[in-house]
């Protein structure tokens, strides 16, 4: 590029006043071309303190059923996958009322503005909170999940896999905590009665949130990741 002007230059005698005006843009585009040198070579050190796109919070279980770890830890896989089509990444914690090998007391006992709260219960009991035969919630952090009555849902006498059920049942209470208590709608998971038109949607994988439900669940997420 030297040569270049150089050879201009001898050609011109007077383009060296012009040139005084060109020298400016040109330090800023070599200067931009060095930044995005190091960017491909170095993302993380440049774009460090770029906002992080999906938003996230954490799932403090307690399971309280017969439902074994693997089960769960199925049901938790789906109810992620679903979470994250809505743009929200979701950390799983498993926690008991006695103490656990696998997960420090500590961990379960502290409260974060992210963390919600999520119980697995055999049957309903008796609360004026019930909004399906499934479950509820308690907005802003609790939310409960009846494992038996998943376990009965059927759908023209098909049974069907439990843990995919159950997971989508999750992730409809888990709305509930980031939408609002009066947050049903006409489709999708947070429909408030599930027909068999939703068992067959969650069986192949795209009973999901609705775009709006999902900008409203990720500016919840971030209003409490920023608190």
């Known amino acids: 590029m030297k040569e270049g002007i150089r050879e201009q ?15 400016p843009r040109l330090s800023i585009l070599l200067v931009a071309g060095l930044v995005g040198v190091i960017g491909l070579a170095f993302p993380a050190t440049v774009f460090a303190t770029a906002a992080d796109p999906h938003p996230s919070i ?3 279980v307690v399971n309280y059923t017969s439902a074994s770890p693997a089960i769960l830890a199925e049901a938790e896989r789906e109810a ?6 809505a743009g929200l990444r979701t950390f799983w914690l498993e926690c008991s009322g006695k103490h656990s090998t696998a997960t420090p007391r500590d961990l379960c006992q502290e409260l974060e503005a992210t963390d919600i709260s999520l119980r697995v219960l055999s049957e309903p009991t008796q609360n004026t ?10 907005v802003p952090v609790l939310a409960s999940v009846y ?3 998943v376990g009965r849902a059927k759908s023209d006498g098909a049974e ?11 992730a409809h209470e888990i709305g ?34 609705t775009p709006e439900q999902a900008k409203r669940i990720q500016a919840e997420a971030q209003t409490r990741m920023r608190l």
């Open 160 to 170: 069907f896999d439990i843990p995919i059920i159950l997971g989508c049942v999750i």
């Open 80 to 85: 992620a996958r679903i979470l994250s089509e």
């Open 176 to 209: 509930h905590l980031l939408l609002g208590s009066n947050s049903h709608s006409g489709s999708g998971i947070m429909k408030r009665r599930w027909e068999r038109k939703q068992f067959r949607q969650a069986m192949t994988g795209i009973l999901l949130f």
């Open 129 to 138: 909170l019930q909004d399906t035969v499934f479950g509820f919630a308690v």
């Open 58 to 60: 954490r799932v403090r």
């Open 147 to 149: 494992y038996d009555a």
């Open 9 to 23: 230059h001898s050609e011109h005698g007077d383009i060296f006043r012009h040139q005084r005006f060109a020298w």
